[in-house]
Nanobody
Framework: QVLLVESGGGLVQAGDSLKLSCAAS????????MGWFRQAPGKEREFVAS????????DHEESVKDRFTISRDNAKNALYLEMNNLKPEDTARYYC????????????????????WGQGTQVTVSS
């Protein structure tokens, strides 16, 4: 299996920047794509960004594409989300997810395309 552990969340002010990290362990060679999702209380878990194994095929949700950047370091088994100009509406618990190589679902903006999930890290943005 793959274990994912997020870190880097916290309480920040609007306009601040924050970098989230996700450490992967276990059968990391089986990971093809990775993603970040977020979920606010009472809301559905929503797509934030995804990245494939090469690190060059990226996708960002429209509301964050000019402010957030996803990246990964396969040698370190790490995934990152650089968040700039944070807004109160970015407040949510952020989850790291991993998609297995060869898995049937490969639309990386969808929750059901990921087999492994971390427990999340909270990001709170005050106005």
């Amino acid at each position: 299996q793959v274990l994912l552990v997020e870190s880097g969340g916290g309480l920040v002010q609007a306009g601040d920047s924050l970098k989230l990290s996700c450490a992967a362990s276990g059968r990391t060679a089986s990971i093809y794509a990775m993603g970040w999702f977020r979920q606010a209380p009472g809301k559905e878990r929503e797509f934030v960004a995804s990245i494939d194994r090469s690190g060059y095929n990226l996708d960002h949700e429209e509301s964050v594409k000019d402010r957030f950047t996803i990246s990964r370091d396969n040698a370190k088994n790490a995934l990152y989300l650089e968040m700039n100009n944070l807004k109160p509406e970015d407040t949510a618990r952020y989850y790291c997810a991993a998609h297995k190589s060869g898995a049937r679902n490969y639309y990386y903006s969808r929750v059901n395309s990921y087999e492994y999930w971390g427990q999340g890290t909270q990001v709170t943005v005050s106005s």
